[in-house]
Protein backbone atom coordinates (compact mmCIF):
# COMPACT_ATOMS: atom_id res chain seq x y z
CA UNK A 1 0.00 0.00 0.00
CA UNK A 2 2.91 2.20 0.25
CA UNK A 3 3.52 2.32 -3.26
CA UNK A 4 -0.91 3.34 -4.03
CA UNK A 5 0.35 6.69 -4.01
CA UNK A 6 3.44 6.51 -7.19
CA UNK A 7 0.95 4.13 -8.59
CA UNK A 8 -1.96 6.62 -9.12
CA UNK A 9 0.44 9.68 -9.91
CA UNK A 10 2.49 7.67 -12.50
CA UNK A 11 -1.28 6.87 -13.55
CA UNK A 12 -2.75 10.23 -13.87
CA UNK A 13 0.50 11.37 -15.72
CA UNK A 14 0.31 8.63 -18.45
CA UNK A 15 -2.96 9.36 -19.02
CA UNK A 16 -2.25 13.12 -19.50
CA UNK A 17 0.40 12.70 -21.72
CA UNK A 18 -2.11 10.34 -23.91
CA UNK A 19 -4.60 13.54 -23.66
CA UNK A 20 -2.15 15.43 -24.95
CA UNK A 21 -0.92 14.18 -27.97
CA UNK A 22 -2.76 13.93 -30.94
CA UNK A 23 -1.74 13.29 -35.06
CA UNK A 24 -0.42 15.87 -36.88
CA UNK A 25 -2.55 18.47 -38.18
CA UNK A 26 -3.36 19.41 -41.85
CA UNK A 27 -5.15 22.14 -43.63
CA UNK A 28 -8.25 20.08 -45.04
CA UNK A 29 -8.85 20.71 -48.41
CA UNK A 30 -6.31 21.73 -51.28
CA UNK A 31 -3.47 24.26 -52.50
CA UNK A 32 -3.08 24.40 -56.41
CA UNK A 33 0.08 25.66 -58.06
CA UNK A 34 -0.22 27.01 -61.57
CA UNK A 35 2.57 27.74 -63.45
CA UNK A 36 3.13 30.08 -66.46
CA UNK A 37 3.07 27.20 -69.03
CA UNK A 38 0.30 25.36 -68.16
CA UNK A 39 1.42 23.19 -65.54
CA UNK A 40 -0.88 22.42 -62.06
CA UNK A 41 -0.01 21.03 -58.80
CA UNK A 42 -2.58 20.06 -56.16
CA UNK A 43 -1.54 19.45 -52.53
CA UNK A 44 -3.95 17.73 -50.82
CA UNK A 45 -4.55 18.57 -46.90
CA UNK A 46 -1.23 20.10 -47.02
CA UNK A 47 0.73 19.63 -42.90
CA UNK A 48 0.95 22.71 -41.02
CA UNK A 49 4.46 24.18 -41.08
CA UNK A 50 5.47 22.10 -43.76
CA UNK A 51 7.38 23.60 -47.07
CA UNK A 52 6.02 23.02 -50.62
CA UNK A 53 7.76 24.62 -53.50
CA UNK A 54 6.07 26.56 -55.77
CA UNK A 55 6.52 27.53 -60.10
CA UNK A 56 8.32 30.76 -59.20
CA UNK A 57 8.38 33.86 -61.14
CA UNK A 58 4.44 34.58 -62.93
CA UNK A 59 2.46 31.84 -61.41
CA UNK A 60 -0.74 31.89 -58.88
CA UNK A 61 -1.89 29.91 -56.16
CA UNK A 62 -5.21 28.88 -54.99
CA UNK A 63 -5.86 27.97 -51.56
CA UNK A 64 -9.03 25.95 -50.93
CA UNK A 65 -8.29 24.87 -47.48
CA UNK A 66 -9.90 26.05 -44.52
CA UNK A 67 -6.76 27.43 -43.12
CA UNK A 68 -4.27 30.75 -44.17
CA UNK A 69 -0.86 29.69 -46.32
CA UNK A 70 1.81 31.67 -46.47
CA UNK A 71 3.93 32.30 -49.72
CA UNK A 72 7.28 33.13 -50.19
CA UNK A 73 9.20 34.17 -53.63
CA UNK A 74 12.42 31.42 -52.71
CA UNK A 75 11.68 27.63 -53.10
CA UNK A 76 12.11 26.90 -49.37
CA UNK A 77 10.17 29.39 -47.17
CA UNK A 78 13.26 31.16 -45.62
CA UNK A 79 12.42 34.89 -47.09
CA UNK A 80 11.18 36.91 -44.42
CA UNK A 81 8.14 38.04 -45.81
CA UNK A 82 4.84 38.09 -44.58
CA UNK A 83 2.32 37.05 -47.68
CA UNK A 84 -0.33 35.23 -46.41
CA UNK A 85 -3.20 34.12 -48.71
CA UNK A 86 -6.64 33.02 -47.06
CA UNK A 87 -8.77 30.51 -47.63
CA UNK A 88 -10.72 30.91 -50.93
CA UNK A 89 -8.21 33.25 -51.98
CA UNK A 90 -5.96 33.32 -54.80
CA UNK A 91 -2.54 35.41 -56.00
CA UNK A 92 -0.10 35.94 -58.70
CA UNK A 93 3.18 36.51 -59.01
CA UNK A 94 6.66 35.20 -57.73
CA UNK A 95 4.94 31.65 -55.99
CA UNK A 96 8.49 30.08 -55.05
CA UNK A 97 7.34 28.13 -51.92
CA UNK A 98 4.32 28.13 -49.33
CA UNK A 99 3.37 26.65 -46.26
CA UNK A 100 0.22 26.15 -43.89
CA UNK A 101 -0.41 27.89 -40.94
CA UNK A 102 -3.60 26.05 -39.67
Known amino acids: MRHLPTLLAAAAAGTLALACAGP ?41 TEGTILIFPDPNCRTRTFNPVD ?3 AKHGNIGSFLALD
Open 24 to 64: ASAASGAVRLYSQDGQVETVTDPQRGVCHRGFGANSAVVNQ
Open 87 to 89: PGE
